[in-house]
């Protein structure tokens, strides 16, 4: 069992520094923040959702027969002012609104179909980059945007170069 820090109400919890209480609640504040954010949103892995509809259906006034190939352009919807005000700048609070119930966030796909690793890889995701960014200061060799291109999925043209420094 681990040993209580000095005025720790709970073992292992420290009064100060990353593993404090209030280090912990700047964490969790950061994760929202993180959750929020619109990761795949600009750089969607695959670009584009497709679905078969199994019967006739009517889709903003379009009838659409049964059999008939949907598409849902991800990367064009992440960078459409018709979907997102400035969607090219950086603003997580925009994912945290309550009100807003459309199909804005759809790189695991949706509904029953929806990719089963979903909450792996998100869960994945979130503790690789909190491990890194607890450890290091990460920095980039260049600042030039970085050019995609699309394969099978979207990709970097070239490998991003980054520094890692230890943090003290």
């Known amino acids: 069992m681990p040993e209580r820090e000095a005025g720790s109400s ?6 100060t520094g990353p593993g404090s209480a209030a280090g912990l609640e700047q ?3 950061e994760v929202t923040l993180w ?3 619109p990761k795949l949103a600009l750089y969607p892995v695959g670009i584009t959702v497709q679905r078969y509809p ?3 259906v009517v ?10 190939l ?11 002012p018709a979907v997102f005000v400035q969607p090219l ?6 994912w945290l609104r309550k009100d807003d119930h459309s199909f804005k966030a759809l790189a695991f796909g949706f509904g029953a179909r929806q990719c089963i690793g979903r909450r792996f890889a998100e869960a994945e995701m979130m503790l690789f980059l909190m491990h890194m960014l607890r450890n290091f200061k990460v920095d980039t060799v260049s600042k030039d945007d970085i050019n995609t291109v699309c394969g099978f999925t979207l990709m970097p043209e070239k490998p991003p170069l980054l520094t890692f420094r230890p943090l003290d």
């Not at 889709?59 to 008939?68: E, I």
């Open 27 to 29: 964490a969790e504040r």
């Open 89 to 94: 700048r950086y603003a997580p609070e925009r």
């Open 54 to 56: 199994t019967k006739d």
């Open 10 to 15: 709970s073992p292992g919890v420290a009064q």
């Open 70 to 80: 949907c598409q849902v352009a991800l990367y064009a919807m992440g960078r459409s």
């Open 35 to 37: 959750r929020a954010s």
């Open 59 to 68: 889709l903003q006034n379009y009838r659409v027969p049964a059999g008939t």
